[in-house]
T-cell receptor, first 118, second 114 residues
C-alpha cells in the first residue's frame, strides 16, 4: 500500500516570508511518481510538479522549489517570498506502479492549508 | 491549453435521487479517473477507466456508483440513489499515458445531497 503524510495541517505566514511544506511518503514500489497540486479557494486542483523516483534533482520554478530526498522518503515544497495569492491548500500525491494499480492512481496526503497574510 | 471540463459545477439533489456528473476529458487522453473530496478532507480515489472498462475501483465505489463513456468524448459518473454522505466535491481527471505524465483535473462538481 502507499501512503502520503503531510504533517502540517495549517501554516500561516506573513507576505514575503519563505515557507516549506513537508511531504513524507511510503511505498514498496521501486518506480513511482510524486506530485504537488494546489487547491485555491475556488476549489479546482492545479498541477504544480511531477517528479519520478529516478530523478532526485531538485527543481526550481520561479518562487517555487522542490527538494526530493529518497533517503528520507520526502518531497518538500518551498515557496520563496510568499504572496497572498499563494494562499491555498497544497496536496502532495504519490502514484506507484504496483500499489497504484495498473492505472497508477494517485494517493493524496491530507493537504496543508497555507494562509499568507498581507 | 486543453483542459478537463466538468458539468455542472454545483448540483443539489434530494436524498434517494439519481445524479449524473459529466466530464469531458482532454481529447488525446486514454486514462480517466474519478476522485472525491469530502469538505475539508483529502482527495480520495474512486475509479479508473481505460479502454472502455473499469480498471480499478476503491471500496467507496459500491453498487450505487457507475461510470460510462457513452460517446467517446464524455465520461460520466452516476450515483443511483444518493445518500447524505455522498455530499462532496467530485473531480474528474484524465491522463495521456500512465508513465511519465501527470493527471489533469477538472474544476470539480460540488454535489450537495439534502
Amino acid at each position: 500500500a502507499q501512503k502520503v503524510t503531510q504533517a502540517q495541517t495549517e501554516i500561516s505566514v506573513v507576505e514575503k516570508e519563505d515557507v516549506t511544506l513537508d511531504c513524507v511518503y511510503e511505498t514498496r514500489d521501486t518506480t513511482y511518481y510524486l506530485f504537488w497540486y494546489k487547491q485555491p479557494p475556488s476549489g479546482e486542483l492545479v498541477f504544480l510538479i511531477r517528479r519520478n523516483s529516478f530523478d532526485e534533482q531538485n527543481e526550481i520554478s520561479g518562487r517555487y522549489s522542490w527538494n526530493f530526498q529518497k533517503s528520507t522518503s520526502s518531497f518538500n515544497f518551498t515557496i520563496t517570498a510568499s504572496q497572498v495569492v499563494d494562499s491555498a491548500v497544497y496536496f502532495c500525491a504519490l502514484s506507484g506502479k504496483n500499489s497504484g494499480g495498473s492505472n497508477y492512481k494517485l494517493t493524496f496526503g491530507k493537504g496543508t492549508l497555507l494562509t499568507v497574510n498581507p | 491549453e486543453p483542459e478537463v471540463t466538468q458539468t455542472p459545477s454545483h448540483q443539489v439533489t434530494q436524498m434517494g435521487q439519481e445524479v449524473i456528473l459529466r466530464c469531458v476529458p482532454i481529447s488525446n487522453h486514454l486514462y480517466f479517473y474519478w476522485y472525491r473530496q469530502i469538505l475539508g478532507q483529502k482527495v480520495e480515489f474512486l475509479v479508473s477507466f481505460y479502454n472502455n472498462e473499469i480498471s480499478e475501483k476503491s471500496e467507496i465505489f459500491d453498487d450505487q456508483f457507475s461510470v460510462e463513456r457513452p460517446d467517446g468524448s464524455n465520461f460520466t459518473l452516476k450515483i443511483r440513489s444518493t445518500k447524505l454522505e455522498d455530499s462532496a466535491m467530485y473531480f474528474c481527471a484524465s491522463r495521456r499515458q500512465v508513465l511519465g505524465t501527470e493527471a489533469f483535473f477538472g474544476q470539480g462538481t460540488r454535489l450537495t445531497v439534502v
